[in-house]
Every structure is written in structure tokens, then in C-alpha cells.
């Protein structure tokens, strides 16, 4: 337990300060909408390209890997179901439904879990691999196509099929992503000053994003015009308009009932139905050992990322699914690792 809490006290702390910070007012009313952007556009490409520049793209072909990517995918999917079936959210809302639901926070938590856990954090890298290169551009490809983001320059197939098309080019995520598997793939070595320059920039992602989330505990749904949209001319109603709309149409309280609901189904999704689909598969289907079965269960347990909340946020989406369920799935989350590790046994 002292390990579990010595990974989680980061981000509660990190959280916290925003949280106070939000509150003061010190960094004024457009600090959340400010820091989420330089996030997306700035320090979370920097990371990811660090990362995957430096990583072997092969690390992710294994039977461990086939256990939790079919838990990320059946939970995911369940996600993504339940938000259009049950609280009638439309493609870019049920995207976010689904991150929450089965998108982990396999860094800044992740990666002490397994260190404290496990004895090293192999098997986290490759998760954060195959999030960041498979399960990162459909997300944000439903984000984008889901959005409308930028429409009117045509309609129907045609747009949809221009906009997967250049997806890549227009979103940094993807790009740095792309441009880390270009590097690795060619077996490049960045110069030192710019690879020392990346890593300090990439280093404030997490960190900052911990600080936006808990500064939008003080704030309504979404504040402002999201970067993606204003940057590509996007002339709708914004997600935040369009969720405060809703509110005065269907009455508050109904709201807060609905979006109470759909948080429980996506945090159940997350720290319990995901774990024991690992169980299932890595078990009697893969016959893992009993290490790699924990690994498994234990990286599947994991809390929602806070991507969730920044993805929300710059697609000027409704951010209090994604915001709540950080939170709450990262306070489950501390009994279900804990209960991973007590049944599955380990003796590091």
C-alpha cells in the first residue's frame, strides 16, 4: 500500500495546486484554456516523440500485449457504446466515453506501479507504445470527424475522407508520433541539444496537465474556443455552448444525474470490467505466467489518463466525463491495484 500511495501522490498533489491555484485566480480566467493548449500543441508532441523516437517499434508483439490490447479494445468499445446507447452522446463525446472507459494512465502513474510492483517498467513502455501508435489517432480521428471541426469547406464522404486523410498533418499528436516512428525506423540519433531540448520540454507535459485538470475543478464544462477549432476557421457552436444549451433545455438536475451515471459506467468500465477481461484472456485463454499476468492486470487496473480531459478540452467537447472520471477512476483505482496485486501474488 505505501508503494501505491508514494505513485498516486503526485498526482494528487499536482491536481491540488491547480486546484488552489483555480481558486486563487493567479493565473486569470484563461489559464486552463491556455496551459490545456500548450499541452496538445507543445509539451505532450515534445514527449511522445522523445518517446517513441527512442523506443523499438517490436516491444509490443507479445502474448502480454495481446492480453491487454483485447481488454483496451472490448472495453473501449463498451464505452464507446454506452455513451451513444445510454445518454445519447454524438461520435466526439462517445470518443471521449470511450478513452475514459479504457485509456490508462500508463506514464505518471504506470510507470512507479510498476517500478514499486513489478520490479521494472518494461511492459508499461510498451503500453504506452501501442496507446500512443494505435490507440491515440482513432480516438482522435473520431474526435475530428465526430467534431466538425473546421467543416464547411465540403460535406459528406468527401470531407470525412480528406480530413482521415490529413489528420496527420493537422494534428500534433499524430505528427510527433509519426515523426518519433520515422526516427526510430531509420535508426537516427538526434544531436544532443536538440534531444536535451525535446526531453525538457516533453518533461512539463504531465506535470502541466495534472495542473489544468485541477484548475477545471473550479470552472464550468469548457472555457473558451478550443485550438483546434479556431485554428481551422471552425464557425459552429462550440462544445461548451453547446452543453451549457442542453442544460437550460432539459433542467440541471436531470443533467447532473446523467453525467453521475455515465462518470459510474465509465469508471466501472476502467478499474473493473478492464482488469478482469486481462484476467480472462491472459489467463485461461494465453496460459501467462503468473509475473506477466500480474504486469497485465495490474497496467489494465490503471486510472483514466488525463489525455482524456486535455483531448476534451482542445475539441471544445463537454469536459466533465472525462475530468470526473480522472479523478474518480484514479481514487478507485488505489483498491482495485491494490486488490490486483493482493490476489495475483508477487514477490517483488
Given at each position: ?56 517499434l ?20 463498451l464505452?464507446?457504446a454506452?455513451?451513444?446507447r ?20 500508463s ?40 467534431s466538425?471541426?473546421g ?35 531509420l ?47 471552425g ?16 433542467g ?22 478492464q ?16 509475473h ?14 488525463q ?6 478540452q ?5 469536459t ?8 474518480a ?13 493482493w490476489a ?5
Amino acid at each position: 500500500m505505501h508503494a501505491l500511495l508514494s505513485a498516486f501522490a503526485p498526482i494528487w498533489m499536482l491536481t491540488a495546486i491547480g486546484y488552489v491555484v483555480g481558486r486563487s485566480g493567479l493565473l486569470g480566467e484563461q489559464a486552463e484554456a491556455v496551459l490545456g493548449r500548450f499541452v496538445f500543441h507543445v509539451a505532450m508532441p515534445a514527449a511522445l516523440f522523445t518517446m517513441v523516437s527512442g523506443a523499438r517499434l517490436d516491444a509490443f508483439t507479445n502474448s502480454s500485449m495481446v492480453a491487454f490490447a483485447a481488454g483496451t479494445a472490448l472495453v473501449s468499445g463498451l464505452g464507446f457504446a454506452a455513451s451513444g446507447r445510454f445518454f445519447g452522446r454524438g461520435t466526439a463525446d462517445r470518443a471521449i466515453g470511450s478513452m475514459a472507459s479504457g485509456y490508462v494512465n500508463s506514464a505518471n502513474l504506470g510507470i512507479p506501479v510498476a517500478v514499486q510492483v513489478l520490479g521494472d517498467a518494461s511492459f508499461v513502455a510498451q503500453i504506452i507504445l501501442f496507446q500512443v501508435l494505435l490507440v491515440s489517432p482513432v480516438i482522435l480521428t473520431l474526435l475530428d470527424t465526430g467534431s466538425g471541426a473546421g467543416a464547411g469547406a465540403g460535406s459528406g464522404k468527401d470531407l470525412v475522407f480528406r480530413r482521415m486523410l490529413t489528420m496527420p498533418v493537422r494534428n500534433p499528436v499524430i505528427m510527433a508520433s509519426l515523426l518519433g516512428v520515422v526516427v526510430s525506423v531509420l535508426g537516427l540519433r538526434l544531436p544532443h541539444a536538440l534531444a536535451h531540448s525535446c526531453d525538457a520540454l516533453g518533461a512539463a507535459a504531465v506535470p502541466t496537465a495534472l495542473i489544468t485538470l485541477g484548475l477545471s475543478l473550479n470552472a464550468r464544462p469548457a472555457t473558451g474556443v478550443p485550438a483546434v477549432r479556431r485554428a481551422e476557421g471552425g464557425e459552429r457552436m462550440e462544445g461548451s455552448e453547446r452543453a451549457e444549451e442542453g442544460e437550460r433545455a432539459e433542467g440541471g438536475g436531470a443533467d447532473v444525474r446523467t453525467k453521475s451515471a455515465e462518470v459510474v459506467v465509465a469508471v466501472a468500465l476502467k478499474t473493473l470490467v478492464q482488469p478482469l477481461i486481462a484476467v480472462a484472456v491472459g489467463g485461461p485463454l494465453l496460459g501467462l505466467p503468473d509475473h506477466q499476468l500480474l504486469a497485465v492486470v495490474l497496467c489494465s487496473a490503471l486510472p483514466t489518463a488525463q489525455n482524456a480531459f486535455i483531448y476534451a478540452q482542445q475539441y471544445g467537447l463537454d469536459t466533465r466525463l472525462a475530468r470526473n472520471s480522472v479523478v474518480a477512476s484514479t481514487v478507485v483505482s488505489m483498491a482495485t491495484l491494490s486488490l490486483a496485486t493482493w490476489a495475483l501474488g508477487t514477490s517483488s
